[in-house]
Nanobody, 126 residues
Framework: QVQLVESGGGLVQAGGSLRLSCAASGRTFGSYAMGWFRQAPGKEREFVAVISRSGSNSYYADSVKGRFTISRDNAKNTVYLQMNSLKPEDTAVYYC???????????????????WGQGTQVTVSS
């Protein structure tokens, strides 16, 4: 399994931007589809975005489409989540997740991912 460490969370005003990073250990980062999920207080963890192992394919939750962008740098073993036009409802702990895959498939379900980071808090004030 790969170890994941998120960073970049913080407090931002509505309409602002943040960029989350997720650094992965190991030499096989390019074999993993990478996803971002989030969990708000009192709510279940939900899918945000996913990017394929090559970076060619990505998919977003409707709630963030057009505002968030997922990207990856396989040379740096890092996946990013650029979050623009943030809203108070984006407030949550954001988790990075990894799934080993042989194809450019983009899994979207929480249960598809076997490795998780510890999470980073994002708070958007109104």
């Amino acid at each position: 399994q790969v170890q994941l460490v998120e960073s970049g969370g913080g407090l931002v005003q509505a309409g602002g931007s943040l960029r989350l990073s997720c650094a992965a250990s190991g030499r096989t980062f390019g074999s993993y589809a990478m996803g971002w999920f989030r969990q708000a207080p009192g709510k279940e963890r939900e899918f945000v975005a996913v990017i394929s192992r090559s970076g060619s394919n990505s998919y977003y939750a409707d709630s963030v489409k057009g505002r968030f962008t997922i990207s990856r740098d396989n040379a740096k073993n890092t996946v990013y989540l650029q979050m623009n036009s943030l809203k108070p409802e984006d407030t949550a702990v954001y988790y990075c997740a990894a799934r080993f895959t042989y194809t450019d498939h983009v899994p979207r379900s929480l249960v598809d991912f076997g490795s998780w980071g510890q999470g980073t808090q994002v708070t958007v004030s109104s």
